[in-house]
């Protein structure tokens, strides 16, 4: 990916004053050190311009330090960038012409300044942070009208600029990594100020973010600091956003007014009381976008509280709109759930709560003016319940509609799937509904809690999108790889999270970076990219490069410096750890299939010899012959095996390769007894664990690396053995009719994680069987396994095309038809217990018919 060739300057409002004194002897002895201008701050931008005639041709290059809405005309055109590392910032592109009109035009821009890293925002590490602070505006905007002029609008000093008042500076973050509660004034915010005739004379100018250097400096080379030294294009689409509103009004209730509690506490801490009469009237009118208005007033004493929920959850922005006398307060909260949610009967007075340091004060407060206004959270995040708290009412406030603007990743429904089993149906479908409220400018983990681009989450993320999505996320997904690798370390690390408030040399995870060598490999195997590949690859060697330097003299891994997650269970990460020894086998053996498709021998030899060293060695060491199933560790001095066993060992050490075959119905065996497999308490994500006996007990996975041991179960021809465990684990799930499936198999933790949707890759890819061989599904399996199940279709979408799969159980004969793709060849699998009757075992593109017969056992 290349960097723009910039054709204007960053500006920013000249009531930050930039660094002159600072040199290049000062940087080069002292180094960066980033200067403080204050956090949680907002900037208006405006730009007028003229064109003599309709606009055939428009674009428009836009990107801030920190994040922005545009506005054209008065239309907000969009909002960025998307989450960066700042030494990769990008921009978006905007086709304007539409927006445009003949004679006077206006370019209007919100510009948000964090001030601190955030879960999807880092600050500028950067040389020229000193000079100028944080904030910047980049526009590049060239206009072809019909007449044959040209209009050239640029980041100078034509542009005006305020600092806003409206949002309150001083107020509280909302959670761990997130932004700030905003705390708007709408009294002091200009009104119409996105609009062509607003008079912005009284507003300041704007300032050159660029100090030529001293002739000395210039001299020996030393170039004008700017911000951004590289700025490459946003290539994803803009989200997809649409009106949701909410369903029904679930309670009313008093609140006594405790204005001495902070903003970020207030909302879930006041008494609650009765209502008193005429408090509310029509309260369902908000509800709907008509004429109806609900109205609310409040007394000295009293507040009022509406709780209200929408049919699912869902990722959002909430907004209200009122017709006001001026001076009333509305706070707004909203969350994926409320306190007593899933308890036996809900609280007489349902409210949002705060209970652990995971719990976000998801809301905003706004102050009204006079009139008709409506206020949009600046910050999207999981909505489910929304509790409006009315102040200040007395003479009453009028609600025309509350409601959220639904958004995320625009994904196309190309994937499907369908059996006789209803449950696995929906499961599918949730998982599919899941992925896509966890997919915006980024894969993250979950909507409401975080909103972090997890390194390992994204492999599950990954391939569940594929069997769901198909090609129409393959942008996001490179996405993901690239800003993994933008956020590698010197030592070869990548962070855990990427972009966001890691802190460089923070709490890292080693094993995710192998999880991301996977991601790599399976983009690979479902796009053919080879240029992105082939570009990425070199990010993957260092990864490598600093597991290699903690291997032992037996070839191993031993006692893995940093956090040693794996997953939220009570697994065996001490000494010589089978689970990230045996994956980092498994990243070893993939790596060396990129070498080999990329024609790069020398690494593909090296990577697969390694990899056979520590299976070696796994095997010899951590196999216990009496219980036949690997333990999780062994002392690397004594060589003395661990008691412990747990499914995500011996799961890894089949679906990698480890194990020899003969070894696999014992082991499978063993980790898959339901009297052995016991889930271990990890909170804050599984606060509830089972009594535990290392002598004959397994560690079961749980919703994260489940996916691991059910692939290894359907490897080994056990796809019946991981649908038992994902009835079992997704059924009470399911059963609270939750849209969206949780972090871990209790509601105690983010109720939307995009891991915890494996099953829908699952069903896709051993259930439907389809699985890709070779880059870009030049090469694909068909290898159903029918299970239980009677019969099952659907549709995996490829860059080659659908791939559409159907079958069906006739007493000992099971049909399956199946539609290969143009530049494609399928090798056709026979289930586990059938041979084949008719049919081909290569399949050239077209539709084909294969018959299969059970054969006796």
Same mark, same amino acid.
Request: hydrophobic share 40%; charged share 25%.
């Given at each position: 990916?290349?960097?723009?060739?910039?054709?204007?300057?960053?500006?920013?409002?000249?009531?930050?004053?930039?660094?002159?004194?600072?040199?290049?002897?000062?940087?080069?002895?002292?180094?960066?050190?980033?200067?403080?201008?204050?956090?949680?701050?907002?900037?208006?931008?405006?730009?007028?311009?003229?064109?003599?005639?309709?606009?055939?041709?428009?674009?428009?290059?836009?990107?801030?330090?920190?994040?922005?809405?545009?506005?054209?005309?008065?239309?907000?055109?969009?909002?960025?960038?998307?989450?960066?590392?700042?030494?990769?910032?990008?921009?978006?592109?905007?086709?304007?012409?539409?927006?445009?009109?003949?004679?006077?035009?206006?370019?209007?821009?919100?510009?948000?300044?964090?001030?601190?890293?955030?879960?999807?925002?880092?600050?500028?590490?950067?040389?020229?942070? *000193?000079?100028?602070?944080?904030?910047?505006?980049?526009?590049?905007?060239?206009?072809?009208?019909?007449?044959?002029?040209?209009?050239?609008?640029?980041?100078?000093?034509?542009?005006?600029?305020?600092?806003?008042?409206?949002?309150?500076?001083?107020?509280?973050?909302?959670?761990?990594?997130?932004?700030?509660?905003?705390?708007?004034?709408?009294?002091?915010?200009?009104?119409?100020?996105?609009?062509?005739?607003?008079?912005?004379?009284?507003?300041?100018?704007?300032?050159?973010?660029?100090?030529?250097?001293?002739?000395?400096?210039?001299?020996?080379?030393?170039?004008?600091?700017?911000?951004?030294?590289?700025?490459?294009?946003?290539?994803?689409?803009?989200?997809?956003?649409?009106?949701?509103?909410?369903?029904?009004?679930?309670?009313?209730?008093?609140?006594?007014?405790?204005?001495?509690?902070?903003?970020? =506490?207030?909302?879930?801490?006041?008494?609650?009381?009765?209502?008193?009469?005429?408090?509310?009237?029509?309260?369902?009118?908000?509800?709907?976008?008509?004429?109806?208005?609900?109205?609310?007033?409040?007394?000295?004493?009293?507040?009022?509280?509406?709780?209200?929920?929408?049919?699912?959850?869902?990722?959002?922005?909430?907004?209200?709109?009122?017709?006001?006398?001026?001076?009333?307060?509305?706070?707004?909260?909203?969350?994926?759930?409320?306190?007593?949610?899933?308890?036996?009967?809900?609280?007489?007075?349902?409210?949002?709560?705060?209970?652990?340091?995971?719990?976000?004060?998801?809301?905003?407060?706004?102050?009204?003016? *006079?009139?008709?206004?409506?206020?949009?959270?600046?910050?999207?995040?999981?909505?489910?319940?929304?509790?409006?708290?009315?102040?200040?009412?007395?003479?009453?406030?009028?609600?025309?509609?509350?409601?959220?603007?639904?958004?995320?990743?625009?994904?196309?429904?190309?994937?499907?799937?369908?059996?006789?089993?209803?449950?696995?149906?929906?499961?599918?479908?949730?998982?599919?509904?899941?992925?896509?409220?966890?997919?915006?400018?980024?894969?993250?983990?979950?909507?409401?809690?975080?909103?972090?681009?997890?390194?390992?989450?994204?492999?599950?993320?990954?391939?569940?999108?594929?069997?769901?999505?198909?090609?129409?996320?393959?942008?996001?997904?490179?996405?993901?790889?690239?800003?993994?690798?933008?956020?590698?370390?010197?030592?070869?690390?990548?962070?855990?999270?990427?972009?966001?408030?890691?802190?460089?040399?923070?709490?890292?995870?080693?094993?995710?970076?192998?999880?991301?060598?996977?991601?790599?490999?399976?983009?690979?195997?479902?796009?053919?990219?080879?240029?992105?590949?082939?570009?990425?690859?070199?990010?993957?060697?260092?990864?490598?490069?600093?597991?290699? =330097?903690?291997?032992?003299?037996?070839?191993?891994?031993?006692?893995?410096?940093?956090?040693?997650?794996?997953?939220?269970?009570?697994?065996?990460?001490?000494?010589?750890?089978?689970?990230?020894?045996?994956?980092?086998?498994?990243?070893?053996?993939?790596?060396?299939?990129?070498?080999?498709?990329?024609?790069?021998?020398? *690494?593909?030899?090296?990577?697969?010899?390694?990899?056979?060293?520590?299976?070696?060695?796994?095997?010899?060491?951590?196999?216990?012959?009496?219980?036949?199933?690997?333990?999780?560790?062994?002392?690397?001095?004594?060589?003395?095996?661990?008691?412990?066993?747990?499914?995500?060992?011996?799961?890894?050490?089949?679906?990698?390769?480890?194990?020899?075959?003969?070894?696999?119905?014992?082991?499978?065996?063993?980790?898959?007894?339901?009297?052995?497999?016991?889930?271990?308490?990890?909170?804050?994500?599984?606060?509830?664990?089972?009594?535990?006996?290392?002598?004959?007990?397994?560690?079961?996975?749980?919703?994260?690396?489940?996916?691991?041991?059910?692939?290894?179960?359907?490897?080994?021809?056990?796809?019946?053995?991981?649908?038992?465990?994902? =009835?079992?684990?997704?059924?009470?799930?399911?059963?609270?009719?939750?849209?969206?499936?949780?972090?871990?198999?209790?509601?105690?933790?983010?109720?939307?994680?995009?891991?915890?949707?494996?099953?829908?890759?699952?069903?896709?890819?051993?259930?439907?069987?389809?699985?890709?061989?070779?880059?870009?599904?030049?090469?694909?399996?068909?290898? *159903?396994?029918?299970?239980?199940?009677?019969?099952?279709?659907?549709?995996?979408?490829?860059?080659?095309?659908?791939?559409?799969?159907?079958?069906?159980?006739?007493?000992?004969?099971?049909?399956?038809?199946?539609?290969?793709?143009?530049?494609?060849?399928?090798?056709?699998?026979?289930?586990?217990?059938?041979?084949?009757?008719?049919?081909?075992?290569?399949?050239?593109?077209?539709?084909?018919?294969?018959?299969?017969?059970?054969?006796?056992?």
């Amino acid at each position: 990916m290349k960097s723009k060739e910039r054709r204007a300057p960053f500006i920013w409002t000249p009531r930050q004053a930039i660094n002159r004194d600072l040199g290049f002897r000062q940087l080069l002895w002292n180094g960066a050190e980033r200067r403080d201008d204050g956090v949680n701050r907002w900037v208006l931008f405006r730009r007028r311009f003229s064109l003599t005639s309709p606009a055939a041709h428009a674009s428009l290059d836009m990107t801030v330090d920190g994040r922005y809405q545009l506005f054209t005309n008065g239309r907000r055109l969009g909002r960025g960038p998307v989450r960066s590392n700042p030494h990769y910032q990008r921009y978006d592109t905007y086709d304007i012409a539409p927006d445009l009109a003949v004679g006077e035009n206006v370019i209007a821009v919100l510009v948000h300044v964090y001030g601190v890293d955030t879960a999807w925002y880092e600050t500028v590490k950067g040389y020229w942070q *000193p000079f100028y602070g944080d904030g910047g505006l980049y526009c590049d905007a060239g206009i072809q009208c019909q007449d044959n002029t040209a209009v050239e609008v640029l980041s100078d000093t034509s542009w005006r600029s305020q600092v806003c008042a409206a949002w309150r500076q001083d107020t509280p973050r909302a959670g761990w990594g997130q932004g700030f509660i905003e705390d708007f004034d709408a009294n002091k915010m200009p009104d119409d100020w996105t609009a062509v005739d607003f008079d912005d004379e009284s507003w300041d100018g704007v300032q050159i973010l660029r100090i030529p250097p001293e002739r000395n400096d210039r001299a020996k080379g030393w170039r004008a600091p700017e911000p951004f030294s590289c700025l490459m294009v946003n290539d994803l689409p803009p989200m997809a956003e649409t009106l949701v509103e909410p369903t029904r009004v679930i309670a009313q209730f008093g609140v006594m007014p405790s204005p001495e509690q902070p903003l970020d =506490r207030r909302l879930y801490d006041e008494e609650l009381a009765d209502l008193p009469a005429g408090s509310v009237e029509n309260a369902e009118a908000l509800l709907r976008d008509d004429a109806a208005m609900t109205t609310v007033r409040t007394l000295p004493d009293r507040d009022v509280s509406l709780f209200l929920c929408f049919e699912q959850l869902h990722s959002g922005y909430p907004f209200i709109e009122i017709d006001a006398q001026g001076g009333e307060v509305i706070e707004m909260g909203v969350s994926e759930t409320f306190a007593g949610e899933f308890d036996a009967q809900w609280p007489a007075r349902p409210r949002l709560a705060r209970v652990s340091y995971l719990d976000c004060a998801h809301l905003f407060r706004y102050t009204a003016r *006079p009139g008709v206004q409506r206020y949009e959270k600046f910050e999207w995040t999981a909505v489910r319940y929304m509790q409006i708290v009315v102040r200040n009412a007395p003479r009453g406030l009028k609600i025309r509609h509350a409601g959220s603007i639904h958004t995320h990743y625009p994904l196309a429904y190309g994937g499907a799937y369908e059996c006789n089993d209803e449950f696995l149906n929906r499961l599918w479908r949730t998982g599919r509904y899941t992925v896509q409220e966890c997919t915006h400018d980024a894969w993250e983990d979950c909507p409401g809690r975080e909103k972090r681009q997890w390194l390992g989450d994204g492999i599950v993320h990954y391939l569940a999108a594929a069997a769901a999505f198909g090609p129409s996320s393959q942008p996001v997904d490179r996405k993901f790889l690239y800003d993994g690798a933008h956020s590698q370390r010197p030592d070869g690390l990548m962070q855990m999270f990427a972009p966001g408030d890691h802190h460089t040399n923070g709490v890292i995870i080693p094993d995710f970076n192998l999880h991301w060598i996977g991601a790599l490999y399976h983009y690979f195997l479902h796009t053919g990219d080879e240029a992105t590949v082939e570009e990425l690859f070199p990010a993957a060697e260092r990864a490598i490069s600093w597991f290699e =330097r903690q291997m032992g003299p037996d070839s191993l891994l031993a006692s893995v410096p940093f956090w040693h997650f794996i997953e939220w269970a009570d697994v065996g990460r001490n000494g010589q750890g089978a689970i990230i020894n045996a994956m980092f086998a498994g990243a070893l053996k993939m790596a060396a299939a990129l070498a080999g498709w990329l024609d790069m021998p020398r *690494p593909k030899k090296r990577y697969t010899e390694l990899a056979g060293l520590i299976a070696v060695s796994l095997n010899a060491r951590h196999w216990d012959v009496r219980r036949g199933v690997y333990v999780d560790m062994v002392d690397p001095a004594t060589g003395k095996q661990n008691m412990r066993v747990s499914q995500h060992a011996n799961a890894a050490m089949i679906l990698w390769d480890i194990a020899p075959r003969d070894r696999w119905p014992a082991m499978i065996a063993y980790i898959t007894d339901p009297s052995r497999a016991k889930l271990t308490s990890v909170p804050p994500i599984v606060m509830h664990g089972e009594s535990f006996d290392d002598a004959t007990d397994v560690v079961e996975a749980n919703t994260y690396f489940s996916h691991f041991v059910n692939a290894a179960l359907a490897k080994a021809g056990r796809f019946d053995l991981a649908l038992t465990a994902i =009835r079992k684990n997704y059924q009470p799930m399911l059963a609270t009719d939750t849209a969206t499936l949780w972090e871990g198999y209790e509601p105690s933790a983010s109720l939307c994680h995009a891991f915890s949707a494996s099953p829908l890759y699952q069903l896709s890819a051993h259930s439907l069987g389809v699985q890709p061989i070779s880059p870009g599904f030049h090469d694909f399996r068909l290898a *159903p396994q029918p299970a239980d199940l009677t019969r099952a279709r659907g549709i995996y979408s490829t860059v080659k095309g659908d791939i559409v799969v159907s079958w069906r159980r006739e007493g000992r004969r099971l049909m399956f038809e199946a539609t290969v793709p143009d530049g494609t060849t399928a090798e056709m699998v026979s289930p586990p217990g059938y041979a084949l009757k008719s049919g081909k075992t290569r399949l050239a593109p077209g539709m084909h018919t294969v018959e299969l017969t059970k054969v006796a056992t």
